[in-house]
């Protein structure tokens, strides 16, 4: 065994930090098909489907996907993992996007996900009648929003466009702030000993 290839071996056994982000957004917003439309160059190691994790491996870190419903009650289990929140709204519902508002503020409210990323996908951009980036973004307030880190992309599960910018986005927003497993370990070891 040559020592560059016992070298890569044990890069790649180095533990990749992980991130967890909750997938949410109303009833037929696109989450599971967005899911779905991730690239091929993405690696997904889970099918999605609704209430499940879809796990991604990126260039710098693994993220994974908590799409859970359209209910606060739903998701509360899982706010201490989060990381970031993926916000998923149909740009093209009939509508003044009153229902998705109110569910976004009630989420930014949560004392738990303060310090989670927020990134807010304008889905169905491809649709007859979507409403511009502007527009769902003065619908949704976001610029309102003080003392988080946050983004608006316009996206379509339908046409595959949106995702790769959004997990960039991500990548380089948790950057820095998600751990890696041993290093959480070694964290916790030095804290507990005393």
Request: hydrophobic share 45%; charged share 25%; with cysteine.
């Amino acid at each position: 065994m040559s020592m560059a290839w016992a070298m890569c071996c044990l890069a790649r056994a180095e533990p990749r930090p992980e991130a967890h982000v909750l997938l949410i957004g109303p009833a037929a917003s696109g989450k599971t098909a967005l899911c779905r439309a991730l690239p091929d160059d993405m690696a997904p190691r889970a099918e999605a489907k609704r209430g499940a994790a879809s796990h991604l491996e990126l260039r710098d870190m693994d993220i994974t996907f908590w799409e859970v419903g359209a209910s606060l009650t739903e998701i509360r289990g899982h706010y201490k993992k989060a990381h970031a929140i993926a916000f998923v709204v149909d740009s093209a519902a009939h509508g003044d996007l009153a229902e998705a508002r109110d569910m976004l503020w009630d989420l930014l409210a949560e004392a738990e996900l303060q310090d989670s990323q927020l990134l807010v996908l304008a889905n169905k951009q491809d649709a007859p009648g979507a409403k511009t980036l502007e527009e769902v973004g003065r619908r949704l307030r976001l610029q309102r929003i003080r003392g988080r880190r946050w983004v608006l992309h316009a996206a379509s599960a339908k046409q595959g466009f949106g995702m790769h910018e959004s997990l960039d986005w991500l990548q380089d927003e948790l950057r820095g702030t998600v751990a890696r497993p041993s290093d959480r370990h070694r964290f916790a070891a030095s804290r507990g000993g005393g």
